[in-house]
């Protein structure tokens, strides 16, 4: 019998965070950096059945909660066994993080066994998407490197100024603009290809995110969310946004249809919900430079309520669907610009 913990919820914000020259931020760094986006909303005495566990806590609670589909984002889990108790009605398990992603996808049965809902797939999918490195050998793979952001093998083989980024990380860490290969062997001098990628600098000031509901490859929905920033060269969040629009993929936009394509074809064999972050070439080309196989902040914070809402309430009806394998289809349908 697979044993479980009653989970610990956060008792302040000082406690959302770890310390710790590795250790992410439990907290976005969006959400640190940005605050005044959100508009905080008074708290509802009646409060709906949990229907949602978003793990580990990281400070989206106040968010999430306005979703007002029974979300919370309170259990501190380090994705470890004993499990936290499932409560008493039909719950899903979601990862905030990616590495929370492996945790719940290398114990799914002891999850569901539990009686929490998960929808997760192979550890080496979720590893091809999330790793940086990774990402980048499976698009060769696919014959799709030219959706990525063109790497360098060397710092001497790198055109300046470009990015050096960490295989593994969120929020924008570990990823440093360089000018010099004298400036990237301050930080490192090995590891190229691997722990670390010497990435093109694509400028621009827009760049996308778009979170995608996915089951057995399949893309059941699709929501973009559209940054504005002051700067056409920077690594967010040490930059400042300046506007903001999130509306339906595919809405009518022969681009949006083309970059939903593109998307697809690294999904194979995926199951759960992702967001893809890019910008767009001037010739139209999607640059991609990561895949988060989590909920990001985008869906959790910044898409409108009611949309993001919509989209947990798709997943949840699909349920009965995944433990037969995910035969459940993509949908049609899609929105135009939302207020």
Known sequence: ??????????????????????????????DRCVIERY???????????VQFHLVPENGWNDHTRQLRCGMNNVIEWDGELP??????????????KDDMALCISRLQQEIIAAGWKVLTCDEAVITRLSNKASLS??????????????HYANPAEARYPCLLKAAEGEHGQNIHIVNSAEEVLAVTSSGFG????LEEMCDGALELSVSLLVVAGEILDAVCTEYEYDREQYVWPHVNEVGRRSYDVGGGAPFQLEHLAVMKDFLHEYS???????????????????????????????????RARALFAKMDAVWEDIPRGGSASSQGGWADEME
Not at 194 to 197: A, C, M
């Open 1 to 30: 019998m697979t044993k479980t913990l009653a989970f610990r919820v956060s008792k302040s914000k000082v406690n959302a965070q770890r310390s710790g020259p590795t250790a992410p931020s439990r907290r976005s760094a969006r």
């Open 39 to 49: 508009v905080a909303l008074p708290a509802e005495r009646a409060v709906a059945p």
């Open 83 to 96: 499990l936290p108790a499932a409560p008493s009605s039909p719950c899903w398990l979601l990862p905030a």
């Open 137 to 150: 050998d499976y698009a060769k793979r696919l014959g799709m490197l030219t959706h990525l952001p063109a």
């Open 194 to 197: 691997s722990t670390w990628l």
């Open 272 to 306: 759960g919900i992702c967001n893809f972050n890019y910008k767009v070439r001037p010739n139209g080309r999607m640059c991609i430079f990561e895949v988060n196989t989590r909920v990001g902040a985008d869906l959790a914070c910044d898409v409108p309520r009611p």
